[in-house]
């Protein structure tokens, strides 16, 4: 999740009072299907814009992966009216800053900047949706820039665990594929293929652009209408639903990573949609199980048993599934067979108890905080606007998230565990050096 008593204690005040301030925002619908939110804030001349689309790494077919990444790069450069790498120059000179980034089940740009370059803001986007060049000479040469992204990526130690994880938890699901794609079905796509993609989800009907910070929201709806209104609408496609089959049978991998040398063990589950309850119970035991020093599996088998020089519990949360998963990396010569054990006995201990009112409380203090937190800038208001109209259908669960965590229960906590965490449930996962390899 995201010493003193006094210090604490102000804290835990602060961040009550701060999110007793609602996020107020206004909501609606161009005639050409795009979702327009918009979110005042006047203490300071800064805004955000964001603008985000519902596709990802699951919209792709398996011969044909990486495409949603790749349009990442691909929208994000070239239009008619900007050539190739201008827009973070210009960014950059007008004082503001931005990004992109892509997951399974969306992708998003943004930019933050003074608050009087909010037209530049207005302009940069629905240049992007209105004039793109896709030639194959901008495909040529992103193909380059992701295939170097991958060299960078699989040179870092442990990067593909997140991908190892996925391949061996789902079976028909298209979350098994790699985000960044498989380099030959990016070498054999055609221009062709990279319009159809275009064509299939990056219209108004399936994005959503929010512009939050020191704006008046009567003019920003006039210069968004002038911007925008031009983009052409098109129907939004139906999308797929996969199902997975349970697991019911303990599964057994190997991953094999030339950058470490110290070995890791993580056991994962598959579990369900970020939008359940369930999930964020999930949440819950995650930070329960692993956050920071006071965690109890970082007192356990860091400090007390010696076993672990490190380990964390994770809730990957997704729209259709979620992931949950323990790492942990061995201390000498502990066998990762014994870190397994010590892992799962702290599981078992969440099923068959509940944990303390002490504990308890200090979970809810945290996921306060955090969620103060995540919402303290317009950037990550902005996203989390977007984020929660995209996946959950209600920018409202900006406000009202939380209320769903204070809600749950000790015995909630532990149902779950028993529901998920269970040994023939569990992805076994062993993460080697490629030395080890026979």
């Known amino acids: 999740m995201r010493k003193k008593t006094c210090i604490f204690i102000t804290t835990i005040l602060l961040s009550i009072n701060l999110y007793s301030q609602s996020v107020e925002f206004e909501q609606f619908k161009l005639d050409n299907g795009l979702n327009v939110i918009l979110h005042k804030d006047n203490s300071a001349p800064v805004i955000n814009t964001t603008l985000m689309f519902h596709v990802g790494g699951k919209n792709e077919e398996n011969d044909k992966t990486g495409f949603a990444h790749f349009y990442e790069h691909l929208l994000g450069k070239e239009t008619k009216n900007m050539k190739s790498g201008e827009w973070y120059k210009i960014l950059s000179s007008n004082g503001g800053n931005g990004n992109a980034a892509t997951s399974v089940d969306l992708t998003y740009y943004y930019a933050t900047m003074p608050s009087n370059n909010l037209k530049l803001g207005l302009w940069r986007y629905s240049e992007m ?117 349970p697991i019911i049978n303990e599964i057994k991998a190997v991953e094999y990573d030339p950058n470490i040398q110290i070995p890791a063990v993580i056991i994962g589950f598959r579990t369900p949609s970020m939008k359940s309850r369930d999930a964020r119970i999930l949440d819950l035991i995650s930070t329960y199980l692993s956050d920071g020093p006071s965690s109890k599996l970082y007192k356990k088998m860091v400090d007390k048993n010696k076993s672990a020089i490190e380990v964390q519990a994770l809730n990957i949360a997704h729209e259709d599934y979620s992931m949950y998963a323990i790492l942990s990396l061995p201390l000498g010569e502990t066998s990762l067979e014994k870190l397994t054990e010590e892992m799962q006995e702290e599981i078992v201990k969440v099923q068959e108890n509940l944990i303390s009112e002490n504990d308890y409380q200090k979970l809810q203090n945290k996921f306060e905080n955090q969620f103060v937190n995540s919402n303290s800038s317009v950037e990550g208001i902005a996203v989390s606007l977007g984020e929660y109209f ?13 209320d769903i965590y204070r809600s749950i229960t000790r015995e909630e906590i532990r149902d779950v565990a028993k529901k998920y965490l269970n040994t023939n449930q569990r992805l076994i996962l062993e993460y080697l050096p490629e030395n080890k390899k026979n």
């Open 390 to 402: 995209t996946l959950y259908g209600d920018a409202n669960l900006i406000n009202s998230e939380i």
């Open 129 to 245: 949706m209105l004039h793109p060049i896709i030639d194959q000479e901008g495909i040529d040469i992103q193909r380059e820039a992701v295939k170097e992204e991958k060299r960078i990526r699989d040179n870092q130690p442990y990067s593909r665990f997140y991908e190892a994880l996925k391949s061996n938890l789902f079976n028909e699901h298209t979350y098994k594929n790699p985000l960044i794609g498989v380099i030959e079905h990016l070498d054999n796509a055609v221009l062709q293929d990279f319009l159809d993609f275009r064509t299939k989800f990056y219209m108004p009907s399936n994005a959503v652009f929010v512009v939050a910070g020191d704006i008046e929201i009567e003019k920003t709806k006039d210069l968004i209408a002038q911007y925008f209104n031009a983009v052409p609408a098109a129907p939004k496609n139906p999308r797929k639903i996969i199902v997975e089959k």
